[in-house]
């Protein structure tokens, strides 16, 4: 390095700190809006718009290995195969956009999907329907510059509120709930109409529901769920669905360890779990199965809590709405779709009846054979054009010269085969046509309506809601645990628990390690405390207890004496 060289080496400092801070926004920008929030525009995450868009690419109506599908997508998705092929399986558990054949894994016991080379894949017509339209797409070049992509998909249907969403990005989450398929179709429906309307989330594992708390899907609202849980008889309890967010295997550990800290006692737990779930759960002698029911939901993920979080991208920019937003805007996006597919179709209903008219005009006049004595091409653009002139004024638009070269490219066979009796028949079928197109531009929210009406009868079957919409009871968590602890008291130093210290004391009752104790002292003192191993309450207890706040049946009484003591005062 020469001297001069070195000198402007020393010369140019740059700040990690400001290195730093530019390539942590630059990340956190890339992971908000390129991994993990949907966009509101199609609901789609830019690695699940991929995977589609090579499927449509692929598409031939039969199915395809998904380790093709992963490698068809790579050319447009930067990251490795292992995130494609997990983004693909999470499409075609949902059950909505992907045709799926072989072993996908099981969202009800956690288990995996098969290894991509062995299970396959394809478009739904559902998929094909709604999702995909050339003509209305938005085109960008992909990361290489290879390929073309959509920028997003014109999806004609609330794909966002129908699959849910879930991610984790910088600063910043998503966790849209899934809703039902139907409700949401019959919710855009009553929103075109100007109805009101409520939407609220619906899950495929099924189980229980309470949404008084939903807010919306905004930040801040909570749902509670339930596994559905039926009482067999006095010593048996059936789980026939489960909780979303959860699985059999999961479920059946949180029981076990439930049973293992004594807050439930159960004598075994039996997965027979196939084509639907059933977890048996056999009770311990002399147990109430009602009040091991509050205790599973209590202790067990038999209840979950879950806490939505509608974060989507709107215009390039992370926005938190409610699902309410998130449908009227997809609704309306729907119709600007309709409107647009409308016009295209006119314009190609019209460039139909255009052409037909003209090549009617040429053959029922016989301008062909104005060219036959040309000899230049322009001679013959020229003749065409003059022996249609008188006829122009029967045209929708001015004739091209594009038309007059279609004209030509006109074979001789189909010339003498001409039936003036059937072109007539077709240009009154593209008038019909056009007139219909032209009726539904006019009343479009009519139109949308029925396009929403057909969308549910021809997919609505078999959609219906599984998860039901309860309100929860609050289970005092007090009243149903199991007394799996044992109550001591050493009176004279002061001490009351449940731990080894304390064992070779006075025995109390039993009790549970979340219960409340009241004590009473020598000195006149009363405390209640919660209960522990080993804790101090004053010494000389001449009375300890398990302390039952709703227990009608226990009256304490207690009788304060007050001493009044009288000052003389004096006056100086």
């Not at 998909?153 to 609330?158: L, T």
């Not at 998503?174 to 309307?197: D, G, Q, W």
């Not at 037909?356 to 029922?364: C, D, G, Q, R």
């Not at 409340?516 to 003192?525: E, L, S, V």
């Amino acid at each position: 390095m020469s001297e001069q060289e070195h000198e402007h080496h020393e010369n140019h400092v740059t700040m990690v700190d400001g290195l730093y801070k530019e390539w942590f926004l630059d990340y956190a920008s890339y992971v908000i809006l390129e991994r993990a929030v949907p966009a509101i525009y199609d609901g789609l995450k830019p690695v699940q718009r991929r995977i589609l868009h090579a499927l449509k690419e692929m598409d031939d109506g039969r199915f395809n290995k998904v380790a093709n599908v992963i490698g068809s997508t790579m050319q447009y998705h930067p990251h490795g195969d292992a995130s494609i092929n997990e983004a693909i399986v999470n499409i075609g558990q949902k059950d909505l956009l992907l045709d799926c054949q072989g072993n996908w894994g099981d969202i009800r016991t956690g288990d995996s999907a098969a290894a991509p080379r062995y299970i396959e894949t394809r478009l739904s017509k559902f998929a094909l329907d709604v999702v995909f339209n050339e003509d209305t797409t938005e085109w960008q070049v992909s990361y290489d510059g290879r390929k073309r992509e959509p920028v997003n998909f014109p999806v004609k249907f609330p794909l966002l509120l129908a699959q849910g969403a879930e991610g984790i990005a910088v600063g910043l989450s998503t966790k849209v709930m899934p809703h039902n398929f139907c409700e949401l179709i019959e919710a855009s429906i009553k929103y075109l109409r100007k109805e009101t309307f409520e939407i609220f989330p619906d899950f495929l594992t099924g189980g229980l529901v309470d949404v008084k708390e939903y807010n919306d899907g905004k930040r801040g609202g909570r749902i509670r769920v339930r596994a559905k849980i039926e009482i067999v008889d006095k010593k048996t309890l059936r789980v026939t669905e489960i909780p979303f967010g959860s699985t059999t295997t999961d479920l059946i550990d949180s029981i076990l360890k439930a049973n293992e800290k004594g807050k439930i006692k159960i004598k075994k737990v039996t997965d027979n779990t196939a084509k639907h779930v059933e977890i048996f759960i056999e009770l311990q002698p002399n147990i109430s199965p009602s009040v091991t029911v509050d205790a599973l939901y209590a202790f067990s993920d038999c209840e979950m809590s879950i806490s939505p979080n509608t974060c989507v991208i709107i215009k390039d920019k992370p926005h938190f709405i409610g699902v309410t937003e998130a449908l009227k805007y997809s609704t309306d996006l729907t119709v600007k779709l309709l409107q647009r597919e409308l016009e295209i179709n006119l314009q190609e209903l019209e460039d139909k009846w255009h052409f037909s008219s003209l090549e009617k005009i040429f053959i029922e006049h016989k301008i062909y054979r104005d060219i036959e004595e040309e000899e230049t091409w322009q001679g013959v653009i020229t003749a065409i054009d003059k022996g249609l002139e008188p006829h122009k004024k029967l045209l929708m638009r001015e004739v091209t010269t594009e038309d007059i070269e279609r004209l030509t490219e006109i074979k001789i066979k189909r010339i003498s085969k001409f039936d003036k009796k059937k072109a007539d028949e077709l240009i009154k079928g593209l008038e019909d046509a056009m007139e219909e197109t032209k009726k539904n531009l006019k009343s479009l929210t009519k139109y949308a309506i029925k396009y929403f009406e057909d969308l549910l009868k021809k997919y609505g079957k078999g959609r219906e809601r599984k998860t039901e919409i309860a309100i929860f009871d609050t289970v005092e968590i007090k009243q149903v645990a199991a007394n799996n602890e044992k109550l001591y008291v050493n009176r004279v130093e002061g001490f009351i628990g449940f731990g080894k210290d304390l064992k070779k004391e006075e025995l109390v009752s039993e009790c549970s390690d979340i219960d409340d104790i009241i004590a009473f002292m020598k000195d006149g003192t009363m405390k209640v405390v919660r209960n522990a191993e080993k804790i101090f309450v004053g010494k000389d207890i001449i009375h300890v207890a398990v302390w039952k706040k709703s227990d009608e049946r226990t009256t304490y009484n207690c009788v304060f004496r007050w001493k009044i003591r009288h000052q003389l005062c004096k006056t100086v």
